[in-house]
């Protein structure tokens, strides 16, 4: 399996993360990245690294502001008086703002508020090249399945999954499996799945592709009622237009085991098989690990193991597409089981 990794993710190392009204250190740190290269290399896997990605690949996906935003925000708040040393919102337009007719202002502060859907997306000085390193590793692994490999890992640092066309959130900034699908789709598959095992729903994905018919993204992810994006993952979203039943939301109670896990992704694996697409991608997170700090599922690395047999027995081009997943001493470990099980 061809594997592609940046190592300039590390220039993106936040320090803010607000939680429950605290200030604490982010969990998103290089050294998640580099746990997961290492368990690469122990594996026998060799890492490339991508040439710059197509700015056309990311643009298919991005809007042109947000992505003007991402690269020249943090010089434009650097000049503000006592800024912090990251882009951290410190206002969000509303609902009722939006109902009567609000929109984005000049001013960085307001710019953002607008692009950014939370705290948890700080964007510091080498955001945005680290941002460009970990598409041009989804864009890479998206070509190699085109040309014909069974499978690529674009091993991503930041993740994606959270990040709308114009919006950063949850650590994501460019949402990789998103652009991956457009590469893919733009090549010629003209059917596409992505299956998102992340325990956070991928509601940036989903959201990108809430009014297409061919890409079906289906999410399996710790209840929203009690988890983090809260808001969107729920099952009655089903998409509108001509995506209405081509997204599928499986959210778990918190605190769900293997079997509850697993039986959700057979579900969902039995979706792709409905839709029959050419190509799939997953949004691999290893968050949803009993290891992690944050726990809100409860898997154990036998469990990963066999969900990367499951997913192998769909016998598609896949697309393996890093996400979360932040207990950095048990990360290699669970990508190791993920692989042993997918077939690597």
């Known amino acids: 399996m061809q594997v592609f990794f940046d190592p300039g993710h590390a220039a993106h190392a936040p320090n803010s993360f607000l ?12 050294a998640r990245a580099e746990a997961l290269a290492e368990a690469c290399r122990a594996a026998g896997l060799a890492l490339t690294k991508p040439p710059p990605a197509d700015p056309f690949a990311i643009a298919a996906v991005h809007d042109a502001g947000y992505l003007a935003f991402l690269r020249d925000g943090h010089a434009a708040w650097a000049a503000l008086p006592d800024a912090s040393a990251e882009i951290v919102a410190n206002i969000h337009p509303v609902p009722e703002m939006i109902l009567n007719g609000a929109r984005m202002g000049q001013g960085i502060v307001s710019q953002a ?8 997306c700080p964007i510091g000085p080498r955001t945005y090249e680290a941002s460009l390193g970990a598409a041009a590793c989804a864009v890479a692994s998206a070509w190699r399945l085109v040309n014909g490999d069974r499978a690529a890992y674009a091993l991503c640092r930041p993740p994606g999954h959270h990040a709308y066309a114009a919006r950063a959130g949850g650590h994501c900034y460019l949402n990789n499996a998103a652009i991956a699908i457009e590469v893919l789709r733009r090549a010629g598959l003209s059917r596409v799945a992505v ?3 992340d325990s956070h729903h991928g509601n940036g994905t989903q959201g990108i592709f809430w009014s297409r018919g061919d890409v079906v993204t289906i999410s399996v992810h710790g209840d929203p009622n009690r988890y983090y994006p809260w808001f969107v993952g729920h099952a009655g979203e089903r998409g509108e237009g001509a ?3 081509a997204n599928l939301n499986m959210p778990l109670a918190i605190g769900s085991d293997d079997a509850a896990w697993l039986e959700a992704i057979a579900t969902g694996i039995a979706a792709v098989k409905r839709f029959d697409p050419q190509a799939l991608v997953v ?4 968050d949803a690990s009993v290891h992690e700090p944050l726990n809100a599922l409860s898997v154990t690395d036998d469990g990963f193991a066999r969900a990367g047999s499951a997913i192998a027995g769909l016998k598609l081009r896949t697309l393996l597409v890093q996400e979360g997943g932040y207990a950095v001493d048990h990360l290699g470990r669970l990508l190791t089981r993920f692989l042993d099980g997918f077939g690597s």
């Not at 939680?19 to 290089?30: A, H, K, T």
């Not at 508020?113 to 948890?120: H, V």
């Open 19 to 30: 939680m429950r009204g605290r200030l604490r250190s982010n969990f998103e740190v290089p």
């Open 113 to 120: 508020g607008w692009y950014t859907a939370d705290l948890a």
């Open 195 to 197: 299956l998102d095992i």
């Open 243 to 245: 995506g209405l039943g």
């Open 283 to 286: 949004s691999l997170g290893f």
